[in-house]
């Protein structure tokens, strides 16, 4: 059958591809707005790099002042990642009431069970009405003129279009976005070798943050070892000496100790920047402490204590009438994508893509700033830091 004569398999309001913690966040915000929603994930659970990809920590909702900047769908998600307990990082003064001097402390951050997260986050979007769609390959997309019109999934029934009325791109690599033609960029200075694990030993169980923490520009020795373009020969590379850095590990460990053995490694290929959309909207490392009229959330910089943004709406869009992104293909320049792509950070964004998709879908071509915000407040976010202090 001709790509241009595929059965329709589904059709919705609102289409979130990919599952991951923007996706989760887009499609509770767009499915809680009275939308019809369906989420297209490739792999059989939810969470993305959170959860198959074992990156077990939610980074903090606040500026480490002692301000909470990260509200709504962002807080509700990092309260049901420790919902049946927490690994580490439990900030105390943030979940049981202290007072601004004890919350600056501490972060509000915390380590979760990501089995736990996948389930609790899976039964959230049920409860929702949102038709989650797992083992489903979003290979295509449909466009006529400016807008998206749906996209052609791969899964056990075969090929198929699944036509929507507005979409969410949270599949980490701005698939859709790209395949709109969409300019985006690739990380300049690459990406280095992860590869993250747990293990049980005479500690219990522990997690392995094994390959280097992404700073980028800041290890040219591991240059051979970095990755840009991601095409499906890079990726093997990847993975290949992502498995092998976490077998040396774990061997190492159980030399040590005589007991230890790995328990689950990451199930995805740990790329912090693949691609993002790369448009005129962006946000930049330089608008710490710059309000913005256009502000759909706020979020902190992960890396140090201080710095506070108001997200734009403009980075959330390019040139496709009815689609949004969300998660770590936002439009930003290449230092913010190290401080945006984090997991609240993408909760942020999924929140206002996914209501602003609702909104399209509901009633035409990009939902109006103005209606967004209102809706973003009622939802329980907060857009500008004037409303910082009175929290
Ligand atoms: C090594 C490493 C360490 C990190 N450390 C931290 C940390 O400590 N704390 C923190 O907050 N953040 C950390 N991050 C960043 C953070 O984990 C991710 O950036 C964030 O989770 C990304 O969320 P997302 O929803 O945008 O994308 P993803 O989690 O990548 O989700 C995208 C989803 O889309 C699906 N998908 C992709 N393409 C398709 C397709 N074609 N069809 C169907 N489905 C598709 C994928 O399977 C996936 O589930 C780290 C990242 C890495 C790699």
Redesign the pocket.
Known sequence: MSENHLPESARCDVLI????????AAALAAARQGAKVML????CL?????T??L?????PLCDGRGYQLSWGIADELLRLSILHGWQTRYPRAWLEGGTREEKAEHRFEVQFNPVFFALEAEKLLQENGVAVCYD????GVETEGNRLTGVI?ENESGRSAVRCAAAVD????A?LLYACGEKTAVLDAG?TV?G?YYSTGSDGLQLH?V?YA?VPGANPQQDGARFREIGAEEVNRFLYLSHQSTLAHSLKLREKDGVSEPVTMTG?A???MIRRLDGEGLIRYEDDGKPTRESVGMIAN?RKAGPRYEVPYSCLYGKTENLYA????VNSDEKMWDLI????C?AVT?EAAGIAAAMTAASGPRAPLAALQERLRRAGQRLHFTEIESA
């Open positions: 591809a990919g599952g991951g913690v923007a996706g989760i297209i994930e490739k792999q939810l969470g993305g790099l959170a198959s990809g990156v077990t920590i939610y980074l489903t390959l979003i290979c999934v949270c599949t980490g690599t698939r990406n992860a993250w943050m390959g992404e995805m740990q790329f912090r992960w969300a998660g770590r293909c792509r984090v997991i609240p993408c999924g």
